[in-house]
């Protein structure tokens, strides 16, 4: 015996959903049980009691299970309106429901399937047809995609200490195991938190008015967003990929978080037309550690003060979370305690070398450049940011290519070659436009600016001023825009 809902069958024995086309459906066990529960009650009002009575009468869980197994249900049936809250009351299954004896109701010969059988074999035919009468080549892989790709901080559902390191260690791990090529950059966590804040969303519980206003401050092309719910041994992430005009929603799961990342990283690896993402063997978690999440909060608010203590004692457990480094670095630098920038810098740049970690390693030698210009020392910070320009080279790190070139281009207009400077400055503007990245365009022309004012270039300083502030405009940047205006001849 079986069920028919909708499209689809539903087998209460091998606990299966397929549709009427014998596709088969992702769906976990307990949520088939749920879902076979309500469709022995369409109609009817099942209440959350019952729900843990019948499908959980085996296991003592959290009334959180049922919320997130109706939610998934809901994503499974995501066009129709099939399950009705009532309140004080339960669930109603509202889709009229049929229960069939056929052993498999995918084979059954109706008026239906027969028409959607001779349509498919003549459509076909046509196409074998045509195939072979005008043969192509093969046809080449899907655009690729271009700009910059945002990761979202994941929404953590699952209650309890032990995943509430999921809303950033999941999405940084994504992040890390995603490549960057000639066509696009993958955003790296600190910097997602940084548009996070231009684009005034919050960390958790993004909404769509805040995907839309972060496309329209960055240079996204793609924003990845997802939901981790479940319980240990069963979880489920449920993600969506947003494009500018389209998104796309899906549904993965797995024996525990690291299976989970794993098909993750693949699915959005595949949107940028790589097979697969980056292999996950050499990557050192540094956000799996809570504590973190929390100073990055503070550094967020400005408190510096109470967010170093935090950042020395993850280092102390673990010397190796470069990220701990970086952050405990930059920390340093807005409370000016420059002897224990230094001495940190030493500390981590060998790390990095050691752990090959390309990403902090270039972010490293740049501050390492900063250190350098702040003591006032030009001659050992050039060598410094090349450091840095190089190891970002090697990575396509285009962000830090950019803010390379940017250092180069200033340490040159302090030196008085003015040409060189203005050289640099437009290869960086190259870089950030790779990331399609409005505030980084419009900040490189905010410097051509002051660059032809430096030289008493009237014509050169309105047109690049104005250009800057015409991104600035156009992409909502408004703490961009207020500093432009303070610039003048």
């Known amino acids: 015996m079986q069920y028919q809902t909708l499209d689809y069958y539903i087998n209460p024995h091998a606990l299966t959903l397929r549709s009427i086309g014998g596709e088969a459906v992702a769906i976990r066990p307990k949520t088939c049980q749920l879902l076979i529960l309500l469709l022995e009650n369409a109609g009817k009002p099942v209440s959350k009691q019952h729900i ?9 869980v959290a009334e959180q299970v049922v919320f997130q197994s109706i939610n998934e249900l809901r994503q499974i049936f995501i066009n129709e309106e099939v399950i009705k809250t009532i309140p004080k009351q339960g669930y109603v299954w509202l889709p009229s429901v049929t229960k069939l004896s056929t052993p498999d109701p995918k084979y059954k010969s109706n008026r239906h399937t027969i028409k959607v059988i001779i349509c498919f074999a003549v459509i076909t035919f046509a196409f074998m047809l045509h195939y072979s009468t ?11 995609v271009a700009g910059s790709v945002v990761i979202l901080p994941t929404q953590n559902q699952i209650e309890g200490n032990d995943h509430s390191w999921v809303r950033l260690g999941l999405m940084d791990q994504v992040i890390q195991r995603l490549p960057n090529n000639q066509a696009h950059g993958v955003l790296q966590t600190d910097y997602v938190l940084e548009v996070l804040e231009r684009a005034g969303a919050p960390l958790s519980n993004v909404q769509p008015e805040h995907i839309r206003q972060i496309f329209t401050v960055s240079g996204a092309e793609l924003i990845v967003s997802s939901k981790l719910s479940g319980s240990p041994h069963d979880y489920q992430l449920s993600y969506a990929l947003h494009y500018k005009n389209t998104q796309q929603k899906g549904v993965l799961f797995g024996r525990n978080i690291q ?9 959005v690896a595949k949107q940028l037309g790589e097979e697969n993402s980056l292999q996950a063997s050499n990557y050192h978690a540094d956000f799996n550690d809570e504590m973190l999440g929390v100073a990055i909060d503070l550094t967020l608010e400005d408190n510096h003060l109470a967010a170093k203590p935090l950042l020395e004692s993850i280092i102390a457990h673990d010397p190796e979370n470069l990220t701990a480094q970086r952050l405990l670095i930059n920390t340093l630098f807005d409370l000016k305690d420059y002897p224990a920038v230094n001495k940190h810098l030493m500390q981590a740049i060998p790390l990095a070398q050691k752990l090959n970690d390309k990403n902090e390693l270039s972010r490293l030698h740049y501050l390492n450049a900063i250190h350098a210009i702040i003591e006032g020392d030009d001659e050992l910070a050039k060598p410094r940011v090349e450091q840095a320009l190089q190891v970002a080279q090697s990575n396509h790190d285009w962000l830090f290519m950019a803010y390379s070139k940017d250092l180069l281009a200033r340490i040159a207009q302090h030196q008085g070659e003015y040409e060189l400077a203005k050289t640099y400055y437009l290869e960086a503007k190259k870089h950030h436009q790779v990331l399609r990245c409005p505030v980084g365009e419009s900040s490189v022309w905010a410097s051509l600016a002051l660059l032809a004012k430096k030289q008493n270039k009237l014509d050169e300083f309105n047109t690049a001023l104005n250009k800057a502030k015409q991104i600035a405009k156009s992409r909502a940047l408004t703490n961009q825009l207020k500093y432009l205006n303070t610039l003048n001849y």
């Open 52 to 60: 843990l009575d019948t499908v959980w009468a085996d296991s003592v």
């Open 259 to 267: 299976d989970v990342i794993d098909k993750f990283s693949d699915k």
């Open 134 to 144: 005008f043969k192509q080549p093969e046809q080449s892989k899907p655009n690729k």
